[in-house]
């Protein structure tokens, strides 16, 4: 186990149902960098970053964050402010665009909020709907405020599950330009889930391979793609994979 | 004193002060059971709301709850409160308290179960995407009834209407007792009763204009507001 590493799992298990949706012996996510996780729908990447989130805790096992024991109750609630996760299908709350967009630094009780969320939605090119009802908003425009009341809070921590599935290809590399720009101004680690293997190559420095809720290999994003060591790694990239 | 005028010949008086005590009493008690019927029933039913297996066993109590009889509950409320009642110590029968007592039991049901039912209505993944945005245990559960906000000023908006209408229970508890207990539906019953209809006619109005007022205000809530 990696001490340096920002999470560091051990003999983690979480059971949905009669199935594990995810078992993993060991497993290191280290500081600042773009960690991606592949595979396939249902191999287990939305609750490995549930638990990664600290919102809910593992049937089994310890996540270390920080070299510290996470778990999904307020104990946890100064770690859990650290990170947050943009979910694959985003919630935002009644309200406008920017009511959403604020709505994080004012549960932390933060005095710029106005100023901090009109600077994230400049960035993303949402001020011309910022006063907006969040109800009419299309499937993308809801992507998109889902990542800016995510980044505005400025986490330590940035989880994403498969944040670019309902945008267009402009969009998309709008959203991959920020967490780059950001990731340049200070140390931002991210983990980002996608099944979408070009967005992987892209955008991830390290990456992991689940598959039926096993991590079946970890290394850097170039070896896995062009030397994988796990046939299944081969298969799973080389699209020869049927699941 | 102001007269009401049947055709060319004047009937019998309407008395403004016997009017306005009336209207004045019927706000204060049908006010103050909503207030009370809302202070357990939307805690309640958010408790319950967010519990998928409280829910399953709360829900349909509650929902029988809506359809209690007024005069069973009064009736009931009068044999536990009378002198040898088990409750007849606090000596509230015929006292506006008996009253607001009444009117709370039966708008609890309304406010828990219209509550539960919004509340039950938010995704259940809204209070987790909160959670994952920093929020504590409390600012999940806020965020969650914050969602469900039309639907619980409905339930209070059908609290008001159960109770400022109802008229079984108070006149079985309140004794309808001119300047004490009398209120808009049972000085509707006597005064109709008595063959005085302008002045039955005036109080229904009355009636009708505080529902809508109500309403107007609660409708106002729901649409306006909208966070920026």
Redesign the interface.
Known sequence: MNPSALYALSAVEKVHGPAFALRVDEFCIPRGEVFGLLGPTGAGKSTLLRLLAGLEPPDRGVIRFDGRTLVADERSLAARRRMTLVYQRPLLLAGTVRFNVEYGLRLRRVRDAARRAEAILDRLGLLRIARQSARTLSGGQIQLVALARALVIEPDVLLLDEPTVNLDPAYVALVEQAVRDIRQERTLTVVWATHNLHQARRVTGRAALLLDGAVVETAPTRSLFEQPADPRTADFIEGRMIY | MVSSHCGSKVCVPIDISDFQSIVWLSVRVSGAAVVISSLIGIPLGVWCGVSRRLRRVVLPLASTGMALPPVVVGLLLYILLSRSGPLGWLGWLFTPGAMILAQSLLALPFVTAITMHSVGSV?E??G??????????W?CRW?VL??A?PGVLLAVAAAFGRSISEVGAVLIVGGNIQGHTRVLTTAIVLETSKGRFEFALALGGALLVLALLVNLIVLRWQAGR???
């Open positions: 995704p993944e809204l987790m995407q909160v959670k994952s945005l920093g929020g504590s245990g600012q965020a914050r969602e906000r909208v966070p920026g």
